[in-house]
């Protein structure tokens, strides 16, 4: 929007109106306004409602000065414009003043957007996310802001509660010479924390990419902490919060569709022994028999279904921990555990890979109440047969893509591995 043009029949003239109240709003002026605007004037009756001195100076002040505490950039409001409605309002035209109304409605409403779900849509930079954060229409805030001439309170309150979100204000608010890069690093991690949810639960494993490594957290407290292997830059792992339903021991493993084109079929088409070599069986699809090697038709791969057998060279391991997703993603042991010592890990096709992974699993079976011991476990292994664990849904899980948060009381910063940072923060400076 640009600045207002006060000249002509627009210009403060001595006949504009002059009054502390509200003034009426024709239906036609807010047609085209966002649902939620739209809504807040229907439930107004159709009048203006920034005619307090204190609720207009309130939101102007938030905007140039609060707004930048939580990593947001006063250049992306129109300030301007909103300035100088606020300076010359007593002089304002009827139509100046329902355009005055309906801009700081606007901008209310969208610094609280952006205060608590962020400036960025998240699946514009990362096609596998699945965090559903959803937008709702909060006309209540604002309306309860401006009825008690609280609107610095009535922004606040969207301020995200998640504790990574508020360590990492904490952290920005006390930056004072540090390198642009730093900053820069706080604030695109502040932004992906608005995305996330209020709480994780009480008990919950958390994947940070960025950091390769899992932790299992019980009521606030770190339990334990693993390596883990996360996919690599062109098959990442998807961001998601989800919950555990189920371990199976010595799983078979059903070949994925990316896998499936880029790895086993050229493999297969130079040698067909590969299919014996790694234990995997062809299934047509739609008779469901298994399929000879020599009769197999590389042409019409995607008629079969490969799986893998149960065992130790299977490429899960010897227990996957399963999670409702649309990613078809799960956590696993792996039969390649020398992986774990390299520092650059990012080399799965985006499921997440654990180091001692039945350590993991013993602990959320004692969470769930599961009197399954690691002998018991280590016994089931033993009898080479799949079995599936069925869970309670106690234990929640949470994959991130976070390349600084607050550990131990310090910020920590980790590898950008899909080189997302710097795209990233220009996209939330950009007006």
Not at 118 to 123: A, R, T, V
Not at 173 to 191: A, G, H
Not at 215 to 231: C, D, M, P, S
Not at 295 to 307: A, F, I, L, Q, T
């Amino acid at each position: 929007m640009g600045m207002f043009t006060f000249c002509n029949e627009h210009a403060p003239n001595t006949h504009a109106i002059k009054k502390m109240e509200s003034v009426e709003i024709t239906k036609d002026i807010i047609f085209n306004r966002s649902y939620t605007a739209s809504l807040f004037y229907e439930k107004h009756g159709y009048n203006t409602v920034w005619f307090d001195k204190k609720n207009r100076e309130e939101l102007i002040s938030f905007l140039l000065n609060d707004i930048q505490k939580e990593g947001l950039f006063t250049h992306n409001y129109n300030l301007q414009r909103l300035i100088y409605a606020h300076a010359y309002y007593e002089d304002l035209s009827y139509d100046q003043i329902v355009q005055t109304d309906l801009d700081f409605t606007h901008h209310f409403l969208l610094a609280a957007y952006h205060l608590e779900f962020g400036k960025i849509n998240p699946k514009r930079f990362y096609n596998d996310w699945e965090i559903e954060k959803t937008p709702y229409f909060d006309i209540d805030n604002l309306q309860n802001a401006i009825a008690t001439s609280e609107v610095k309170k009535g922004l606040q309150n969207k301020i995200p509660s998640n504790n990574i979100y508020k360590d990492l204000n904490k952290v920005f608010r006390s930056l004072t010479d540090e390198s642009d890069e730093y900053r820069k690093k706080v604030i695109v991690n502040m932004e992906r924390a608005r995305w996330l949810p209020d709480s994780f639960g009480d008990y919950y494993v958390w994947v940070n990419i960025p950091e390769e490594k899992l932790q299992l957290v019980e009521n606030g407290t770190v339990t334990a902490e693993h390596k883990v292997i996360t996919g690599k830059i062109d098959r990442k792992t998807p961001i998601l919060s989800s919950v555990f339903n189920n371990l199976i021991i010595n799983p078979t493993w059903t070949i994925p569709p990316t896998i499936l084109k880029n790895d086993v079929v050229p493999k297969a088409t130079a040698n067909r022994e590969y299919f014996v070599n790694n234990r995997i069986r062809i299934i047509n699809k739609s008779t469901g028999k298994v399929v000879n090697i020599e009769e197999w038709d590389p042409e019409n791969y995607n008629s079969y279904r490969y799986v893998q057998a149960s065992g130790p060279l299977n490429s899960l391991g010897l227990i996957k921990f399963n999670f409702p997703n649309d990613h078809m993603v799960y956590l696993h042991d792996t039969n390649n555990k020398s992986l774990f010592v390299r520092n650059d890990r990012a080399l799965s096709s985006g499921c997440v890979r654990v180091e001692k992974p039945f350590e993991l699993a013993e602990r959320i079976l004692q969470i769930e109440g599961n009197a399954l011991t690691r002998v018991d476990l280590d016994t089931l292994v033993a009898r080479q047969k799949m079995k599936t664990l069925p869970l309670k849904k106690i234990v929640n899980i949470h994959q991130t893509y976070l390349t600084a948060y607050v550990k131990n009381g310090q910020l920590q910063t980790f590898k950008d591995v899909y080189d997302l940072d710097d795209r990233f923060y220009k996209r939330l400076k950009k007006k």
